[in-house]
């Protein structure tokens, strides 16, 4: 898609710093200096987020981010992952071109991986009474 910097970085057309790549996805680092080893997977077709991710896609860039994350387990040193997304702009999302964050990490690493709720404001039968499918 024009315009958009992850499908420019999943053609080349930007440089990245590239984990791994297959025929549908790209893993490489993000530039955030937030946390060491901050790594985003995405489709190289263009897909806004979670919603409108097709099934194949979603799949490759699943198989991808379990790919990565056992290389960072089993070969780098690190003892687990957090897996991140924001689908949308109300959960997030700043760049609207599907990604997953992978943020590897070890015991007593100090890093807080996990947002921070506010607790939950509705009863949890009135909400599942919602959300049931
Ligand atoms: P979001 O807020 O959409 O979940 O995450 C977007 C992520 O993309 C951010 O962590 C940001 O640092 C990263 N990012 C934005 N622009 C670029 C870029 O040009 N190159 C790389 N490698 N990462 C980027
Ligand atoms: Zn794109």
């Not at 994350?69 to 687990?80: A, P």
């Not at 690493?109 to 947002?115: A, E, K, S, T, V």
Request: contains cysteine.
């Amino acid at each position: 898609m024009k315009d958009c910097i992850f499908c420019k970085i999943g053609s080349g057309e930007i440089p990245c710093l590239k984990v791994f790549e297959d025929e549908m996805t790209l893993a490489f680092m993000d530039i955030a200096k937030d946390v060491d080893g901050h790594i985003l997977v995405i489709p190289k077709a263009h897909y806004k987020n979670i919603l409108d991710c097709e099934p194949d896609a979603l799949s490759a860039v699943a198989a991808t981010v379990k790919k990565v994350s056992l290389h960072l387990t089993e070969n780098c040193g690190y003892e687990g992952v957090n897996l991140l997304n924001a689908s949308e702009e109300c959960a997030g999302q700043s760049v609207p071109h599907f990604h997953i964050h992978i943020i590897p990490r070890k015991s007593k690493d100090g890093i807080d991986g996990w947002p921070h709720f506010d607790g939950a404001k509705e009863d949890i039968r009135t909400v599942f009474e919602k959300v049931r499918m």
